[in-house]
């Protein structure tokens, strides 16, 4: 048996979507982009959704629409996908690393808070794992200091806050679609708003900076979606909230089954609708293995495994300091015991039982 950690689901509807697209002639951006735009602002309750060619373009168009430049200070959580921090660094802004809560691996507010200076612009708060993060917290931060919320929800499609989607939690929600995300478009991405101002700069933004054809009004990039892309994405947003279900039912499964001393499962936050983009076990030092013995135990027996992640942000070579203190130590602590396991929703339930009982059998 071999059981990928990951897998995308997708199916004849996906192709044939992209088949139609392909015979249209149509490829580049156009109605099958409007209409994926249009869907998914639906879906998350925002009022604008702009299509984008990948998660990062998402955070580094949402950091430029937000005027953060040079000079400017944006406060992010170590314990994340470098991407967080590179696309501040990407507008000549300066990210500031800041711990993440030890149960629920989501930015802690009292560190966003410590990190806070007179030059910062922003605050980047990732849904991580499918888990929003601490909403009330950095939203609070934020409103009293007027500084700009952005959401990096990029393993969160479809979680939500007190029955608010990810998306319409903050000034701006960042979407990816690579792969092996909950929905996928094969690359892609997606910035929410309700702000029609930030809409207007986001989209001059993806598109070269042009507000009419040949007419350049500022400096901008191209990060347009095709419609081969958005062909996808129309057919997997009308299955992402069975996709959601099914990693819940698989994460229940674990949650109930999973029992070895030292083995701790996922803490959902209350008020959280988490959707597993991962579902991340953290192993103690009572666990009978080490992590990597644990890996290799689980390729024996077919199991895949991934660590996200396995270096802290602030520990990364492109942004550490010789011989600085850890600033963030829940970050560097986690990056060395967590371990994400296969919950994606082609697993069947022979498979969640072979899992549960391949782990449980360590001693």
Known sequence: MQIPVARPAIGQDEISAVTAVLESGILASGERVAEFEKNFADFCGTTHA???????????????????????????????????ATSVSMTGAKPVFVDVDEKTFCIDPSKAEEGITSKTKAIIGVHLFGQPFDIPGIKNICESGNLVLIEDAAQAQGAMYNGVKTGGLGHFGCFSFYATKNMTTGEGGMVTTNEKVFNERLRLLINHGQSEKYLHTRIGYNYRMTDIAAAIGLVQLKKLEKFNIRRR?????????????????????????????????????????????FIEYLKTKGIGTAVH???????????????????????????????????????????????????????
Do not use: W
């Open 50 to 84: 702009v299509a984008i060619n990948n998660g990062t373009a998402a955070l580094h168009a949402a950091l430029l629409a937000a005027d953060v430049g040079p000079g400017d200070e944006v406060i992010v959580p170590s314990f994340s996908f470098i991407a967080t």
């Open 249 to 293: 039912k698989n994460a229940e499964y674990y949650d109930t089954h999973l029992s070895v001393k030292g083995l701790v499962t996922p803490v959902v936050a209350q008020g959280m609708h988490h959707v597993y983009h991962q579902y991340v076990i953290r192993l103690t030092d009572e666990f009978p293995m080490k992590r990597n013995e």
């Open 309 to 363: 992640y396995p270096i802290p942000i602030h520990h990364q070579p492109v942004y550490a300091k010789a011989n600085e203190p850890d600033t963030c130590p829940i970050s560097t602590r986690l990056a060395s015991s967590v371990l994400s396991i296969p919950v994606h929703p082609l697993l069947d339930q022979k498979e969640l039982s072979y899992i549960c009982d391949s782990i449980n059998r360590v001693k």
